[in-house]
């Protein structure tokens, strides 16, 4: 059962890049939601959308505190987080590529940085605080970007 843990809690592996396994992450993500939008799953049907990033962000909490004994407190193996904050950058933003791109590097910005009470998130216990701070990078995120579509 640990195992299935760890695949999820890394996303599919991506934790374990030896380069920004958060930024791999978010990638993979981003990838996802390109095949989402391809199929029309996201456009056809934002609730789909929104079901996934919620049971995603519920078995990332629940992956993240299986593990953190083992891994610790908020290890960079762990980038469950990183995909949820990435589906809430791009969550009821027009698909394109350039959109796409703008969510990936504000995500990671918000993610990395961590302004305006993102890294407070951090302080929460076990699997909680490695979400929460990413679903409010996502959040924030978001907000700009939809700043940036409405202004272009």
Not at 60 to 75: H, M, R
Request: aromatic share 14%; glycine share 8%.
């Amino acid at each position: 059962m640990r195992i299935i843990y760890k695949i999820i809690a890394s996303f599919f592996g991506t934790g374990y890049s030896p380069f920004a396994p958060g930024t791999a992450g978010a990638l993979l993500a981003a990838a996802i939601y390109v095949l989402f939008q391809h199929f029309q799953i996201v456009i056809v049907n934002h609730f789909v959308f929104i079901a996934l990033i919620f049971s995603t962000t519920i078995i990332g909490i629940f992956s993240a505190n299986k593990l953190t004994t083992e891994w610790g407190k908020d290890p960079s193996k762990v980038v469950i987080d990183e995909a949820v904050g990435m589906w809430i950058t791009m969550l009821f933003v027009p698909f394109s590529f350039l959109n796409l791109v703008i969510g990936i590097t504000l995500f990671r910005l918000f993610d990395i940085f961590k302004p305006l009470g993102i890294r407070n998130l951090e302080k929460l216990n076990g699997g909680l605080g490695i979400m929460a701070d990413d679903v409010l990078a996502g959040i924030y995120a978001n907000v700009v970007l939809q700043i940036i579509v409405l202004l272009v």
